[in-house]
């Protein structure tokens, strides 16, 4: 339980890989993650629940650079600077302090899907880098303890170490310690029941978001009344999603996902000001959603921090679920993804 606390070895005695690349995807929550109890250590208010995708992985590699005064970090062939720097060496020194070690690390990032557009890159990406930064600098961390140290750098990157559904546990309410409440916070597989189901990606703006989902939730929490019920009624809806997959019910798993989802921008809409990432074409697809229910197919809807949609339907559904959306959003591109396999390094089978 302990493993992702520092250990007395000296550095001089831990096996460094010096190197390692990961790969991990994206994952979309059905039950949503928005906003946090501890910023420092990434503690959420709620747990939430999500599936990876099999569609937009992102590969990473650290190289450790004794010789190095500072970290280098190379975002889709474009060297990081301001935040997207500071949250990568703010990460690498978390590693660093575990290891025992001040050697920097020149760090080389591939995303394959738009970044900062609401399509959880900083899921894939911080999942990625923990599995790399942690083997690069000879952690020897199990899969709980990476999504731990994943989640440090970004939330819901906790749950893009596993594959398939998981749930990410806010942890203890009220620990004891700083110490107490890192170990509680961590992502772990879900079982299911027969589910063959597919998430429809409908990128309908691949720009950056307006405001950050970090600023965002801040606000929501500050700010908006309707945070606290939804939060509340979110405990429900995640006691309702797990019944719902362990009985392979999709048509109950998609209700649960879109009320959770809606809330949760109902949530931000309230805030002051109010935080709206959906666009006109969001509800464009939120109509060809409800049209294809109405046809009998089912597909249910769910937004995160940006106007793009991810349509859930069984697998068997997805090519006419995908025709749909993209009839309805003709300047969009539409994806059709499966679950996808946990983060691992390159040539490792996913968790
Ligand atoms: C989620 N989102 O559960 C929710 C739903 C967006 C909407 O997790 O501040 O990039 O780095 O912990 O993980 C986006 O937030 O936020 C997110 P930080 P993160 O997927």
Known sequence: MRADLPTPLDARERPTARRATAVAHPNIALIKYWGKRDEHLVLPRV????????????????????????????????????????????????????????????????????????????????????????????????????????????????????????????????????EEADLGSYAEPVPTGDLDPALVVAVVDAGPKPVSSRTAMRRTVDTSPLYEPWASSSKADLAEMRTALLAGDIEAVGQ?????????????LAARPAVRYLAPATLTVLDSVLELRRDGVPAYATMDAGPNVKVLCRRADAARVAEAVQAAVPAGSVHIAGPGPGARLSGEGGR
């Open 47 to 178: 747990d939430s629940l999500s599936m990876t995708l099999d569609v937009f992985p992102t590969t990473t590699s650290v190289r450790l650079a004794p010789e190095a005064g500072q970290d280098v970090v190379t975002l889709d062939g474009r060297a990081a600077d301001g935040e997207a720097l500071r949250r990568v060496v703010d990460f690498l020194d978390l590693v660093r302090a575990r290891a025992g070690t001040t050697h920097r690390a020149v760090v080389d990032s591939e995303n394959t899907v738009p970044t900062g557009a609401g399509l959880a890159s900083s899921a894939s990406g911080f999942a990625a880098l923990a599995v790399a930064a942690a083997a690069a600098y000879g952690l020897g961390l199990d899969a709980t303890a990476l999504s731990r140290l994943a989640r440090r750098g970004s939330g819901s990157a906790s749950r893009s170490v596993f594959g398939g559904f998981a749930l990410w546990h806010a942890g203890p309410p009220e620990p004891a310690t700083a």
């Open 256 to 268: 649960i996902a879109e009320r959770n989802a809606l809330g949760m921008h109902a949530t931000m």
